[in-house]
Structures are given as structure tokens and as C-alpha cells.
């Protein structure tokens, strides 16, 4: 089956065509990232605004790139959420529409099981497996026992890994999107020069939590630094919070696999393109013989891909026409 | 000319078909939390009831705004997606224009004015002559009384800004002249935004990305930056 994934949860449109839930014929991503720079972070109604123009034009490239006609396409899945409302309803309603128009099979996906299903499009992954899904939203881990059966074990208690990158590099002035800032300085620093905090290091929870990690940076900058941090202490202070973030996230999920007696773990989602955790992931992982599947940077950040994937596996000829689907802001996995 | 029509840019939603004029089927529904539920299956009866062939339509025309940025999302895409699909163009009509229209009367000044919640109104003023609407002043949000002050003729008020502020204006409005629109005629009406696109906008009608939501009122990010 040719599938037209469709994703528009957040900030990147995007689109992607998909045959036989494995080879990936386009994968076209649009980024807002330059739109949302001068405010430090998404702001909303910006983004659904620039989904309504990018939405068709995408589309149109995913086509391209894949050297398809509409007609090609046999289903359509698209993300129903969670997400941004405004942001996710163009995507709905453009694939509600384009599928409807074209009489094809329709499918809403979870944002969430798109991300656990990228690792899939690039290998077999033994089952089951712990899959840790940390982005600027989510820093969850599922125990996958098989496609469609997720367990959450456990996920942040408050700010997001990547929501905390962005929130300490808005802190230091470093700009948005604070993830690629902090791991492009952090390159040329100590990881040991500051002494941050692990929060719930030692807790036998799957739990995260890294807000206090982020108050306790700016403490420190207040207290060693009162006129501004000096250019030349950035990358210290930028790779010894990547390393608190790190530690923890690497701890935790290893931690998950040894508890549930599994030996393979995957990482996906937008933070799991920082070079720093997916080196120390290699490391620890390999000390302990679990196997890490690490994602190609591409199919981690949001992409359309990874939603025509989670949608293989539901598109059938034979499903009513979702003719009243809607945008789901809200959606645990 | 066949034109499937599309408004949501109020709490109301509605869709058409309608054929050089003539209104072959229109359904409206209104007070609905999100219109993206129900659109499509307003759109599928249509077809459905008429039995014409989604193929074979000529034109999809979609109410632009100004209104709810989410209702606009809802219909934008839609159309969007429908005339990608089908390979049709797509015609974007500005939605105090449909209002404007729906009007009765001779020639003279109409103020279609469409609540935008936050005690304001997005408004503009048209003048009819001869049953053409000709665009005298550009949209803009505002207090809807301040809008009815700055008026310097009488002028027909319509809309749902008319009729949610009818209180707040109607002695201003009385003192100028002008007329309130009965509530029901203020609705914007998709067969009345399908004729208006066949006269007006049916030429300039092309791919659908070409086709963007007139927001009036920008991102609240833009307006706290340009406090700074």
C-alpha cells in the first residue's frame, strides 16, 4: 500500500510518502523554525498560520520528490494529535479532505506512536523493547511489546528534556532552538566544570523531571555571574547542564530495561538527535549488552514518515470514512 | 458554472452547490464547538442529495475571513484539500463581502461587521450601487461603537457584530440613520458567498495555495513585540 503521511502537530509541515509501511519513497519536511527565532520559543497562531500556506505546497513536493501523482496514493494518515490545535487542524482537515475527494482510507495517528514507529523504518527491532521518546514535548519511556501495545513506564513530571534546552539556552542568550544551540557549544566545553543536579537519579520511578535542573543553572548564574556570563564560560555551563540532561535520560531508560528484562532499547523524537546522548547511550548501553537502535537525525525530529508508518498498520479498504474526525490537543500514549 | 461554496468563518458553518445562480443545496448548522466535525458531512450530503458528481464541479469558493482564526483554518484546509484533490480552482472570498451581499435594499452604504470576540468587531464598508458592491474602507477590527461613530453616512448595519453589539450600538446607529440587519440575515450564507465568487472572484480563482485567510487581527506575539 503507497501512503500519504501528513503531520502538522507543531512546527514543521510535513509530508511524506511511504510503500508498504517500510521504503520511504519522500520525506518532506518544512520547517518554521526561522519564524518563531525573535520569540524564543512556538508561538501558535503563528505556526497554524504558516501550516495554511505550507500545507499544499508540501504536499505537492512530497508527490514530487516520490515522482507520484495524487492518483498513486492508496491511503491517507494523517496526526490527529496531541499537538498544537490550531497547528494539528490544518492537517486534519486537508487530509480529511484529500481523502474524501479521492475516495481512499483515511487514518488519525498518534503524534506519539509515529515517533515510537521511526526507529522501525530503518530496522528490525527486536520485540519487546523500551523505547524512549524525548522531544521538546515529551520525554516519555514505553515498554513496546508489539505494535500497538505501549506500556508507559514513565515520563517527565514537568518540563520536557527539549523544553528545557530551550528554556536554559534562552536563559544564557544563546536563541532558539535551543537544543542544536547548546549541543553546538557544548562540543568545546566541560562537562564537569558545574556541578548540576540529576533530578530523581536515584528515584525507583521511570519518572523525569528537569525543571529544578533548569532553576538550578540559573542560580548558578546568578550567583557566579552576576553582570552576564562571560563568552568564554558559555560552552562550560552549556555542556555541563547537556550532561545533567544526559545523565539522567541515560540512566533512567537503561535503568527501564533492566527492570522489564529487555535487551533492546530504540530512541526517537527530536532530542534524540543531540550528539552528546546518543554517544553516551552507545557507551552505557554496550557496558550493560542491551543493543541501542538510534535513529537516523531526519526521521527523529517531526516528520511525515513516521506517520505514514504508525498508519500501515491501521489503513484498511474496508474502514468507514472518518468523516468526523478532529484534532485532539490532548492524547496520552 | 458549478461552485461548491464554503464559509466557517463564524459560529455558524455552511456549505452549497450552487449552478450559474441557482441554489441547488445548502445546509447551514451553527453553535457547533468545531466545525472541522462537521463540514465534510455537510459537504458529502450535498453531493449525496443532488447527485452531482464531485468531479464535476467547476469551482470551489471559501469564505477568507476575517472571523474565528479556527473556523477559517477548518474551511481553508477543506477547500484547500478539495481542490488539490480534484484538481479544481479554488476562489478565496472575503467574508464581510458575503455579509455585505446579503443585504436588501437599493443603493447605499452597507457595514457588514462580524463579532471578533475581545469586545471588538471586524468591520468594513461597502457601497451599492446598482447591486454592485463597490469596497469604500478596508477591514479592521475595533470597538464595535468606536466603528459606528466613524461612520459619516447611514448605512445599513449587518452581522453578527451588528447583532451581538446591538445594544451597545443601536442608539449611535439610530442617531446616524442607520438600519440594523435582523440577526438571521447577518449569518454568512455559503450560497450567497458561491454567487458573489461566480460575478467577482471566479477569474482570479487558481491553485489553492494561492489562496490565504485575510486574519485582520494579528498574532497576539506581533502586537506584544510591537509594544516593546
Known sequence: MIILGIETSCDETAAAIVSNGSEILSNVISTQVDYHKKYGGIVPEIASRKHQENIIPVVREALDRAHMQ???IQGIAVTQGPGLIG???????????????????LVGINHLEGHMLAPHLECDIPLPNITLVVSGGHTNIYYMEKVGSYRLLGKTRDDAAGEAYDKVAKL??????GG?????LAQNGNPAAFSFPRPMMHDASCDFSFSGLKTAVLYCVKNNFPDGVPENVLPDLAASFQQAVVDSIVEKTLQACIVCKVSAVALTGGVAANSRLRLHMQQRAQERKISLYLTSTILCTDNAAMIAKAGSFKLAHDLPFPYEM???????? | MRILSIDTATPSASAALVDDGRILAECLISGQKNHSERLLQIIDRLFEWTGIARESIDLIAVSVGPGSFTGLRVGISTAQGLAFALDKPLAGVPTLE???????????????????????VYACLYRRTGGVLEQVQPATVLDPLAW???????????????????????ACAAAK????????LGIPRASALAILAQVKYAGSAGRPELVSALYVRPPDAFIDEAKK
Request: with cysteine; glycine share 12%; hydrophobic share 45%.
Open chain 1, 87 to 105: 497547528s494539528l487542524l490544518v492537517g486534519v482537515n486537508a487530509a480529511k479532505a484529500i481523502a474524501y475527494a479521492r475516495s481512499i482510507p
Open chain 2, 148 to 170: 459606528v461613530e466613524s461612520l459619516t453616512g447611514s448605512a445599513v448595519l449587518i452581522g453578527t457584530g451588528a447583532s451581538v453589539y446591538y445594544g451597545l450600538i443601536a
Open chain 1, 180 to 184: 542544536v544551540v547548546i549541543d553546538r
Open chain 2, 177 to 184: 440613520g442607520c438600519t440594523i440587519a435582523p440577526e438571521h
Open chain 1, 70 to 72: 495524487l492518483q498513486d
Open chain 1, 172 to 177: 544564557l542568550g544563546l536563541g532558539y532552538p
Open chain 1, 326 to 333: 478532529n484534532a485532539i490537543s490532548r492524547w496520552p500514549l
Open chain 2, 98 to 120: 458575503v455579509v455585505a451581499s446579503q443585504t436588501t435594499g437599493g443603493d447605499g452604504l452597507v457595514s457588514p461587521m462580524i463579532d471578533a470576540r475581545k469586545q471588538q
